[in-house]
């Protein structure tokens, strides 16, 4: 079982003071970072605490919008409450040009 995030993981994970610790997103999510997404969504989901930092996203493909809202919809019937916080232009603009931008509104904070 992988440990739990901490401020500590600094290059994995983004803290702040004013929100819960969240998992820093990539960069590039593509369909090469797809597993690797899915791993670590399946962690957070299993924590119980499935805080995304998506200020960093650069590049987003829709196999990974696609996990995103697994784990949001996951969330949901769990009562974990995803929170997707700091989304880029990037990250949004996928979102809206999937149509999915109400979906995503109760995750994106």
């Given at each position: 079982m992988?440990?739990?995030?901490?401020?500590?993981d600094?290059?994995?994970?983004?803290?702040?003071t004013s929100e819960?610790?969240?998992?820093?997103?990539?960069h590039t999510l593509d369909m090469s970072a797809a597993s690797d997404l899915q791993d670590k969504l399946k962690h957070l989901l299993a924590t119980g605490h499935p805080?995304?930092?998506?200020?960093?996203?650069g590049r987003m493909s829709t196999p990974c919008v696609q996990l995103l809202l697994a784990a949001g919809r996951a969330s949901e019937k769990a009562g974990t409450?995803?929170?997707i916080i700091n989304a880029s232009d990037v990250f949004l603009d996928a979102?809206?040009?999937l149509g999915l931008?109400?979906?995503?509104?109760?995750?994106?904070?």
């Open positions: 992988e440990p739990e995030l901490t401020c500590a600094a290059d994995a994970v983004h803290c702040r819960p610790t969240a998992f820093a997103l990539p805080n995304l930092d998506a200020s960093g996203v409450g995803l929170k979102v809206v040009e931008q109400g979906e995503f509104s109760n995750w994106t904070k």
